[in-house]
């Protein structure tokens, strides 16, 4: 007679991987069924080689056809993940079949059906494996909400008001005992039934359309592979699934009936695969459905042979050493009896984390919580990321950069790491090259820092973290190539055929020159041309020479052949100087503060660009348009007089801002004219007295009405200084007022003798003088 087992687990939890090893070991099945894809089967081996180390994760995803370029974001397509930690009872499961050489399959609905293109996919779904199985969390209370949280309402009936601390106490931190299978079994079969007397409206309450229906066609398959798996002639199969479908595979449900539920199905054409997962993807937070809410607790609770408290508590003191953080073995012990007390006062059978994360903050911490922030990060999620055999299948562009990985010795890692390039060393510019072509194809493992490249031209900083879905994101790209440099040539030259703006155009060639994409610099250099020759908006060829030009400086810098480049940016600063007088007439206060923009990028870019005769040119157009200043918005006339005081093409700025600030001219139009003035920076007014004088006696002499109008302008202004910038002019200024003062001396006439004879005779009594002459 054949013998079936039903193991209800829940999908990632110590306890529960911990004593379904210890069931299956007692039961000793010809056959093991796990709840997954089994488009996997043919690569379920691999679970077994040496170099597989969880966390890891099933992917399914839909490959390109056959000459279709459209991968990346916007294709439509999507993947699923079906992630296994070290304490995941289905990865225990595996391991424990392919150890004792028996037969491992995958149960559930086929990801070929799961994956389906809908008519309102986003570009990119992806879903991380199935539904969870009674998540912890508040239940809900009407009874509708069984389905959604079953947990909930078992640790309500057990008297407790925190799901996970129940489910913990009861699964999870137990050491030993009997198996806690049929407790679960018995305890969900109780929910379903309970479910089924519910009317089929209120069943289905709160829950995601079609969710019942896909619930009812995965069940199905896994008691259709069950009856295959034991016409098959085994006599003792383990299922191991989901606690909330236990019943379901324990009922007798007619063949035909399944058959009937399963018959019609769409499906799509998918690849199955293994890849390398982090413990940071599998907790809640990271909105994984079925995440737990402690990854690196749970890891330390499976692997730790004895003790996990003191373990625990031992690393926890390691980390903060490494910190620099005093903590000695004294404190150890003490968090430990702490930890111990609690749980013993709250009736648990082990101190959890709650009771640990206490203890940490009180002893080992001494109350303070940026180093339990940091515990937290380091060990309770305990970010690790797994790895995968090299046979494991993979399409060539991955291939292709973990070649390029190992030959650069950057190895991917979970946790952010900061990485100093100088790219005067052929090894780091071949690194800034990879990481540059890979963001091209949406693969963000590396990210420049915000500052961007250094001063020097020659350094880049980057911070690298690998994320689990950047295997997705490179299977994506493979329709573009088979090796990264190829996928990131025909991705850059589709960007440069569809870009819509001539800023689009000139970030693509700077991105193109950073990645040394050569191959692709003739057809982005041939649009760039085309787009700047016939566009005759200033302020976009004005937004478009800041990329081109640091391309021009950072490419000789990488030895990359800019010629073509150079050619469009001397046309474009020609069209600019010739076309701004006319663009910059009678600017409202918006455009006036986009162009103000625009004009100090240009600026900075010719002056990064060290062309003279460029510079020059551009000098020549700023002074003509102050010579003309009633044409020009107030902001942008400051900003000019400011440019051409700093080149040192000016010698009357303060009478140029003696008559902005005059009384003939408007509060609103001399505020705007100093802030576009002093937008360059405060240090001016601290070297400049007759400049500072100008502005304190204009700000002193507005009207109460007029200073509440400029008032904003005037605090963005010395707002964006640093502070000490501004206690430096606040300085300054006073010292001007003393030296004004005492240049002046009193005046005699405004003394009134008898009102100060009471004041002088107190002063000199407190100084002891009442007798002096």
Do not use: N
């Not at 073995?329 to 702490?338: D, F, G, K, N, Q």
């Not at 010795?409 to 690194?431: S, Y």
């Amino acid at each position: 007679m054949s013998h079936v087992e039903v193991y209800g687990i829940r999908h990632h939890g110590p306890g529960s991987a911990r004593a379904l090893r210890g069931a299956l070991e007692e039961f000793k099945p010809d056959a093991v069924l796990i709840e997954g894809p089994p488009e996997a089967d043919p690569i379920v081996e691999l679970a077994g080689d040496p170099a597989m180390a969880p966390p890891v994760a099933l992917l399914a995803y839909s490959p390109a056809p056959a000459g279709d370029t459209g991968g990346g974001r916007g294709s439509g397509r999507k993947a699923a993940f079906w992630p296994f930690a070290e304490f995941s009872p289905e990865w225990q499961a595996i391991r424990y079949a392919l150890g004792a050489g028996v037969p491992v399959r995958f149960c559930d609905l086929p990801a070929a059906h799961q994956l389906v293109p809908s008519d309102d996919a986003d570009e990119e779904s992806e879903q991380q494996g199935p539904e969870p199985e009674g998540e912890a969390g508040a239940p809900p209370e009407p009874a509708e909400g069984i389905r959604l949280d079953p947990l909930g309402w078992l640790a309500k009936a057990a008297g407790y008001d925190d799901a996970e601390r129940w489910w913990d106490d009861v699964v999870e931190h137990r050491g030993g005992g009997p198996s806690p299978f049929p407790a679960i079994a018995e305890a969900m079969t109780e929910l379903r039934e309970q479910l089924a007397e519910l009317p089929e409206g209120a069943a289905s309450a709160g829950l995601p359309p079609g969710h019942l229906r896909r619930e009812e066609q995965r069940e199905a398959h896994m008691r259709r592979t069950l009856r295959r798996t034991l016409k098959e002639g085994h006599e003792r199969v383990a299922v191991v699934c989901g606690a909330w479908h236990v019943p379901a595979l324990r009922a007798k449900v007619p063949a035909a009936r399944d058959d009937r539920t399963l018959r019609g199905l769409p499906k799509a054409k998918v690849a199955m695969t293994w890849v390398p997962w982090t413990h940071g993807r599998l907790a809640g937070r990271s909105g994984y459905g079925a995440g737990v809410r402690s990854p690196g607790w749970y890891h330390h609770l499976f692997t730790a042979p004895d003790r996990p408290v003191e373990r625990w508590l031992t690393a926890a003191a390691r980390v903060l050493r490494d910190e620099d953080l005093h903590v000695s073995s004294a404190h150890v012990i003490e968090a430990v009896r702490l930890a111990e007390a609690l749980a013993a006062l709250r009736g648990r059978p082990l101190a959890g984390l709650d009771e640990v994360t206490e203890a940490t903050r009180a002893v080992l911490c001494e109350g303070a919580d940026l180093p339990v922030e940091l515990i937290q990060r380091r060990m309770v999620v305990g970010e690790r990321l797994g790895a995968v055999p090299e046979r494991t299948p993979m399409v060539p562009l991955q291939r292709d950069l973990q070649a390029q990985q190992r030959r650069l010795r950057l190895k991917p890692a979970a946790l952010d790491k900061e990485q100093d390039l100088d790219l005067r060393k052929p090894t780091d510019l071949e690194r800034s090259r990879l990481l540059h072509r890979l963001r091209l194809l949406h693969v963000d493992w590396g990210v420049p820092a915000a500052a961007g490249r250094s001063k020097g031209t020659f350094r880049e900083t980057w911070t690298l973290a690998w994320r689990p879905e950047f295997d997705v994101e490179l299977i994506e790209a493979s329709a573009w190539g088979t090796t990264v440099q190829g996928a990131a040539t025909a991705r850059a030259e589709a960007i440069a055929t569809g870009a819509g703006t001539l800023g689009d155009l000139t970030s693509v060639a700077e991105r193109c020159l950073l990645a040394d994409l050569g191959d692709a610099l003739p057809t982005v250099m041939r649009a760039l041309a085309d787009r700047a020759a016939v566009d005759t908006d200033v302020a976009h060829l004005m937004s478009a020479m800041p990329a081109l030009v640091r391309a021009l400086r950072y490419g000789d810098v990488r030895g990359t052949s800019t010629g073509p480049l150079r050619t469009v940016v001397d046309g474009l600063v020609v069209r600019i100087c010739v076309g701004l007088p006319p663009a910059v007439a009678g600017l409202d206060d918006d455009a006036a503060r986009e162009f103000l923009g625009h004009v100090d990028a240009v600026h900075g870019a010719l002056a990064l660009l060290a062309d003279e005769g460029h510079i020059e040119r551009w000098r020549r157009t700023l002074e003509g348009l102050v010579a003309r200043p009633e044409a020009l918005h107030g902001l942008i006339e400051g900003r000019l007089t400011r440019l051409l005081l700093d080149a040192g093409r000016l010698d009357d700025v303060a009478d140029r801002m003696a008559r902005a600030v005059s009384t003939g001219t408007g509060p609103a139009r001399a505020a705007a004219w100093v802030e576009g003035f002093l937008s360059g920076g405060g240090l001016i007014l601290m070297h400049d007295t007759a400049l500072l004088r100008l502005v304190d006696d204009w700000v002193a002499g507005l009207p109460g009405d007029s200073f509440t109008d400029v008032l904003p302008l005037l605090r963005r202004t010395f707002g964006a200084y640093a502070d000490a910038e501004r206690r430096a002019i606040g300085e300054r200024l006073r010292r001007l007022d003393q030296t004004s003062a005492a240049s002046s001396g009193p005046d005699e006439e405004d003394v009134d003798a008898a009102r100060a004879a009471a004041a002088t005779a107190t002063v000199l009594h407190i100084l002891g003088w009442e007798g002096s002459s």
